[in-house]
């Protein structure tokens, strides 16, 4: 055949035609200027990165006929040979297919040999991690003491895969992934030569396909260029052509996503499913983007670690800056645990809709400085319309300092004594109220024998406490509840679990069916409180009965006391801590 493919017609036949491997290039270079090349070295990096190619240009420096140098002639009869792969002293070996034992000790009864016609005996091994461990071992003396006429050099992909006992024995060079801008420079320049106009983002699309790899690039460039007669191609030709994964589709994907629009992302599906692209390959792309999402919102969209173009770049940093960073991470988290499902399901198509389904059910989360921000906001808000009424208003109408109204005030008993404001979970069973409050009955000493007749004009015997007026005190125990939960709420969360008997007309008996020993202890220590307060508002001792006091708390109590603990970690939290301040407001 006269034609040849691309990867082939423009190899690179010198040092400084080596596209974006300039470390390894430059470090060879001056090894062979300054005679330090090694015995043994060791190319290892990606496919298509110009490992092989390297090995051949290295032969080529050391046998030309004006060498050593780091710029063979490629002319001479030697340089012709190795390029045309014809040369007696220059050995190319695949390790795939040349891994056995045998075949490797039949290479070390041949080096001891001298070159025919070249200065050097040069064995190239390609892909040497497919060697055995019995090969590996016959090589071992060899390239520990080889003969001065021998140089090895040995390309691999995956370096972890060789031996310790060989890498130390051998110079490493590692080759890096090309970058993109260089792969689409050298693919424009190929263009050019071959008299194609290739639109720009379409040659962006092939370098973003090629990962890395020139070799790869060169393959699907010769694939554009071999598809039709055309001389000018443009971007949507070529993303037909590639048939891969179109780079406007994840776009869309990720707009749908951050948008939550379910409908957009199922018809998408709909559409790559029905083009006939791999979706396995399409999750693939979208876990890349999300991938690149988390790093522009992070690092910023001139990061290096970002293999895009600048559009793409711009366009995804537009996309991403209104979220937190914490989101699309939860997002990106998602798709790398639902991956192994995607790829094993048997309908992928809809694995790959139900995983986007649920990326648009995660919320985003508000910023702690957000709330902040907020927060600030409605203080001055506040702070403004108070210093408006204070204007309107004479100064004399305010009694208490204005920042007040950040709490509930609390109710007058003697106002609308007949509305109660709702009372927290669990509620006791109904009580029956007790009959009409009697003032004249008050007086009887026969029905209060605690009190003297005259109680209404001086205090009684025990406890010491002020008498409320009745037209103050609360009617029923309800009201009496109410009160309670305003000034103990230890208490009123006891009580409420409990059952009231207000049939005496001295005393309320209060009957718990359990009660934990820190409970009782709490108990103890408000008893006197507790009976001013029965005097204050009911004219009536509490009396506590305890059922089951001394054993261990119930479901109940232990609920009651995990919610207390919950309640002090509330309160302790900065923000809180933050409102407190702000408000200068209590914790209720």
Known sequence: MSYQVLALKYRPQTFSEVVGQDHVTTTLTNAISGNRVPHALLLAGPRGTGKTTIARIMAKAMTCQTGPTPSPCNE??????????????????????????????????NVAYMPSTA???????????????????????????PPEHVLFIFATTEVHKIPATILSRCQRHDLSRIALDKICAHLENLCRKEDYTVEKEGLELIALEADGSIRDGLSLLDRILSAGPEKEI???????????????????????????????????????????????????????????????????????????????????????????????????????????????????????????????????????????????????????????????????????????????????????????????????????????????????????????????????????????????????????????????PFIFGLFSKGQANTSALDKVIVTLASCSGFEKSRLDAKSKALAELGQKHLGKFIEVSIENNGGPADETCRQQASLQKAEQAAAGHPMVQHAVRLFDADII
Request: proline share 9%.
């Open 76 to 109: 001479c009869r030697i340089c012709k040979d190795i390029i045309n792969g014809h040369c007696a002293d220059v050995f190319e070996i695949d390790g795939a297919s040349n891994n056995s034992v045998e075949q490797i000790r039949e290479l070390r009864d």
């Open 119 to 145: 200065r050097y005996k040069i064995y190239i091994i390609d892909e040497v991690h497919m060697l055995s461990v019995a090969a590996f071992n016959a090589l071992l003396k060899t390239l520990e003491e």
């Open 234 to 488: 443009d971007r949507q030709m070529i993303a037909q052509r590639l048939r891969g994964t179109d780079r406007r589709v994840l776009f869309s994907i990720s707009s749908a996503v951050l948008e939550r629009n379910g409908a957009q992302l199922i018809d998408l599906v709909s559409k790559i499913n029905d083009s006939g692209m791999d979706l396995k390959e399409f999750y693939s792309g979208i876990i890349a983007q999300f991938r690149n999402l988390n790093i522009i919102r992070l690092c910023g969209k001139d990061s290096p670690v970002l293999n895009m173009i600048e559009t793409e770049k711009l366009e995804l940093d537009r996309m991403c800056k209104n979220f937190p960073s914490a989101y699309l991470g939860m997002l990106l988290d998602l798709l790398l645990k639902e991956e192994s499902i995607v790829r094993f399901a048997s309908h992928t198509q809809t694995a790959v809709e139900m995983v986007l389904l649920k990326m648009i059910q995660i919320e985003p989360e508000t910023r702690l400085d957000e709330i902040i921000t907020k927060v600030d906001l409605l203080a001055r808000q506040m702070e403004n319309r108070l210093d408006q009424t204070n204007v309107d208003s004479p100064p004399t109408q305010y009694e208490t300092p204005a920042l007040t109204t950040a709490r509930p005030a609390e109710q007058p008993p003697d106002h609308k004594p007949t509305e109660t404001p709702p009372l927290a979970e669990p509620r006791p069973m109904p009580i029956p109220e007790p009959p009409p409050y009697e003032p004249e009955r008050e007086q009887t000493p026969s029905d209060i024998p605690d009190y003297s007749p005259d109680s209404s004009d001086s205090p009684g015997s025990a406890p010491p406490v002020e008498q409320v007026k009745e037209q103050q005190r609360p009617a029923t125990w309800t009201q009496f509840m109410d009160v309670l939960q305003q000034e103990h």
